[in-house]
C-alpha cells in the first residue's frame, strides 16, 4: 500500500512538472527557473510599434533605416557629496527630495494644507527651493536641479532639462525646437533617454541626409505631474532663454477631468474595485498558479469589457458647439478656457521672442466597447475603471476628442501649429501602460510620429529662409539655471505660517 502511494505521489510530481514546465515554455516564463522569470510576454510581437511603420507615411528625406536608431547616450555625472547624503536620507523616495520647489507654491502647500503638505511633497525635513520671478506665483511648481543624476534618474543638463546638455545663445546654422509638457513628455526616468531625444537624433540624420548645413538641437523642458499654469511659466520664465524657433506644446490630462461634464450626485457611490483578487505567493513560482490566477482575474474582471457603471447624464454649457468649439469662449466644458487663456500667454511671449507655437493633440487610450487582454492591459483597465470612475469610456473617448478639437480650433483661431498626433496614432492598448503613458516601445512610434510632421514644417521654414531665425533682441534671462537652490526646513516654513496652522 505504502509502495503503491510512493509510486502514485512520484507520478503526480512528475506529471506536475511536466505540466508546469509546458506551461512554462509555453507562457514565456525560464523553464528552469526556481521563481517565475519572463523572457517573452505572450502578445503578437515584443514590439508592437512595427506593424504600423509602413501605415504612416514618410517625410521627404525620411528613412524608415533610421527607425531603430538611440540617441548618442548622456554620461552620468558624480554626485555631489552633498547631494549623494540627500540621496542616502531619502533612499525610500528620492525624486520629490531633489526637486527644486518653488518657494511660493511649497509656503502656500504646507502652510494651507492640513497635512502641512506631507502629501503633496512627503515628509521631508527639509527642502530644496528657488525664488520665482516677480509675477511668476506659484508657477512652476518645481525645476529640476542643473547637472545632476540621481540613481535611478535621467541626467539633468545645465538648465534642469532632461537631455543633451546645450549653451544659452543658440549656435549658428543651428535649430532649436522645445517640448513642453508632463510626463507624457519627460517620460519615465529610469528609460535611458526620452523620446524627445529620438526626435532631435532623427532630425539630425535627416539634415545630414540631404546635406543640410543646419543642426538640431532638441530640448526637453517637461515635468511630471505639472499642469497648463507651470507650463505657461516654463515657457516664458525658461525655455525663451534659449531662443527656441519652436516651442511644442504636448499636455492633456492633468487638467482633463471628464466627471465635471457630467451631472453627479451629491454624494457618489463608491468605486468599485475594478479587480479583486491579489495575486499570491504561489503566482510568483508557478505558471500553471499563475494561469488560474489569470482565469479568475478575468472572471471578476468581465474578461476585459468595462465594467458596469452608474448611468449619469451628459452635461453641456449653453452655447458652446461640441463640434466646432470657441476655443476663446469664456466657459468650456472641463473649464478648458482656463487652458487656452494659459496658451495665448504663453503664445504671446512666444512671439515677442520670434518664436512660434505649435499645439499636438493628446493621446487616450479609450473607446466605447474597448476589450482588454488583464494579462498585459491590468494597470491600464484599472486607470480607466477606478481613477476615472463612474465615467464610461464612451463619455471619456467624447471628452478626450472634444479636449483635442478645443486644441485644433485654437491653434487655427490664433495662427498656431497644430499636430494632430492623437489622429495618427494607434489605438493599440500594446502600446500603453495606462490610458495616456506609453510603452518603451509606443514613446518609439511617437516619436516617429512628430518626426514626421514635423518634417514638412521644418523645410518649409528652412525654404523661406525663415530658420534659422536671428538671435531674439531681447532674450529672457538664463540667470536662473547658475543660481543654485537653498535648502529650507519643513519647521522654518511652519514658524513663518499663520498661527491658524500651529
Known amino acids: 500500500m505504502i509502495r503503491r502511494a510512493g509510486v502514485v505521489l512520484v507520478t503526480t510530481l512528475v506529471a506536475s512538472a511536466c505540466v508546469e514546465a509546458l506551461t512554462r515554455r509555453i507562457d514565456g516564463y525560464k523553464v528552469w527557473s526556481w521563481r517565475l522569470q519572463r523572457i517573452?510576454?505572450?502578445?503578437?510581437?515584443?514590439?508592437?510599434?512595427r506593424q504600423y511603420l509602413e501605415s504612416i507615411p514618410l517625410?521627404?528625406?525620411?528613412?524608415?533605416?533610421?527607425?531603430?536608431?538611440a540617441p548618442p547616450p548622456i554620461p552620468r555625472l558624480p554626485m555631489p557629496a552633498a547631494m549623494q547624503a540627500r540621496f542616502e536620507a531619502n533612499k525610500t523616495n528620492p525624486y520629490n527630495a531633489f526637486m527644486v520647489w518653488n518657494a511660493d507654491y511649497l509656503r502656500f502647500n504646507v502652510c494651507e494644507s492640513d497635512d502641512h503638505g506631507v502629501s503633496t511633497f512627503g515628509n521631508y525635513r527639509d527642502f530644496l527651493v528657488y525664488d520665482p520671478p516677480a509675477g511668476g506665483g506659484p508657477y512652476?511648481?518645481?525645476r529640476h536641479v542643473p547637472r545632476l543624476g540621481p540613481p535611478g534618474m535621467f541626467v539633468a543638463n545645465s538648465f534642469g532639462w532632461r537631455g543633451p546638455d546645450l549653451s544659452v545663445a543658440r549656435p549658428p546654422n543651428t535649430i532649436r525646437i522645445a517640448f513642453v509638457g508632463a510626463s507624457t513628455t519627460i517620460d519615465p526616468y529610469y528609460l535611458p533617454y526620452s523620446h524627445i531625444e529620438l526626435v532631435g537624433h532623427w532630425l539630425n540624420e535627416w539634415a545630414a541626409a540631404k546635406a543640410l548645413p543646419i543642426r538640431f538641437e532638441v530640448i526637453n523642458a517637461a515635468r511630471t505631474g505639472i499642469d497648463s499654469p507651470s507650463i505657461r511659466e516654463i515657457v516664458r520664465q525658461e525655455v525663451l532663454a534659449v531662443d527656441p524657433e519652436l516651442i511644442v506644446y504636448y499636455e492633456g490630462a492633468n487638467n482633463f477631468a471628464p466627471g465635471m461634464a457630467l451631472r453627479l450626485p451629491d454624494t457618489l457611490p463608491k468605486a468599485p474595485k475594478a479587480t479583486f483578487h491579489v495575486r499570491g505567493k504561489a503566482e510568483e513560482y508557478s505558471a500553471v498558479a499563475a494561469r488560474l490566477y489569470d482565469a479568475a482575474l478575468k472572471r471578476t474582471g468581465r474578461g476585459g469589457y468595462e465594467p458596469p457603471k452608474p448611468a449619469y447624464a451628459p452635461k453641456w454649457i449653453d452655447g458652446v458647439s461640441e463640434d466646432a468649439p470657441d476655443s476663446d469662449a469664456p466657459r468650456l466644458p472641463m473649464e478648458m478656457q482656463l487652458i487656452a487663456r494659459n496658451l495665448a500667454v504663453a503664445q504671446a511671449a512666444a512671439a515677442s521672442n520670434g518664436t512660434e507655437l505649435a499645439i499636438a493633440s493628446f493621446v487616450w487610450m479609450v473607446y466605447p466597447g474597448m476589450r482588454l487582454d488583464l494579462t498585459r492591459h491590468l494597470v491600464l483597465f484599472r486607470y480607466l475603471n477606478e481613477s476615472y470612475f463612474p465615467s464610461t469610456y464612451a463619455h471619456m473617448r467624447r471628452m478626450a476628442d472634444f479636449q483635442n478639437r478645443v486644441f485644433r480650433g485654437w491653434a487655427q483661431k490664433h495662427g498656431a501649429i497644430y499636430l494632430p498626433m492623437d489622429e495618427t496614432f494607434p489605438r493599440n492598448p500594446d502600446l500603453f501602460d495606462d490610458a495616456i503613458h506609453m510603452t518603451e516601445r509606443g514613446l518609439r512610434l511617437q516619436a516617429w510620429i512628430y518626426l514626421q510632421q514635423l518634417v514638412p514644417i521644418i523645410q518649409s521654414r528652412i525654404d523661406s529662409r525663415q530658420w534659422p531665425k536671428r538671435p531674439a533682441a531681447s532674450p529672457?534671462?538664463?540667470a536662473w539655471a547658475t543660481t543654485p537652490p537653498r535648502t529650507v526646513s519643513r519647521a522654518s516654513i511652519l514658524a513663518s505660517c499663520p498661527r491658524t496652522v500651529h
Open 40 to 49: 517573452r510576454y505572450a502578445q503578437p510581437t515584443d514590439t508592437p510599434d
Open 140 to 142: 512652476p511648481t518645481y
Open 476 to 478: 529672457v534671462s538664463a
Open 59 to 69: 517625410a521627404t528625406g525620411v528613412d524608415r533605416a533610421w527607425y531603430e536608431q
